[in-house]
């Protein structure tokens, strides 16, 4: 939101590594969904496409 998005990139990374190493499925969704974000905000569509797609096949799994 403050347009860091290097920053915003890294601590989104961080955040997906905890939460992949704690098995936290919803956290891991959540993360790559911000970082879906954040390549958004940089006007990468295609990289923004794939953390989506990612993030989508998780919350469908969770949510069945």
Same mark, same amino acid.
């Not at 969904?33 to 794939?50: C, I, K, L, P, Y």
């Given at each position: 939101? /403050? %347009?860091?998005?290097? =920053?915003?990139?890294?601590?989104? *990374?961080?955040?997906?590594?905890?939460? #992949? %190493?704690? *098995?936290? =499925? !919803? %956290? $891991?969704?959540?993360?790559?969904?911000? /970082? *879906?974000? $954040?390549?958004?905000?940089? %006007?990468?569509?295609? !990289? &923004? =496409?794939?953390?989506? *797609? #990612?993030?989508? &096949?998780?919350?469908?799994?969770?949510? =069945?």
């Amino acid at each position: 939101m /403050q %347009g860091d998005h290097e =920053r915003a990139k890294s601590l989104y *990374g961080e955040c997906l590594a905890i939460f #992949q %190493g704690l *098995g936290d =499925r !919803t %956290g $891991v969704a959540w993360s790559l969904n911000s /970082q *879906g974000d $954040v390549a958004h905000d940089r %006007g990468d569509a295609a !990289t &923004a =496409r794939e953390f989506y *797609g #990612q993030a989508l &096949a998780i919350f469908r799994e969770l949510w =069945r």
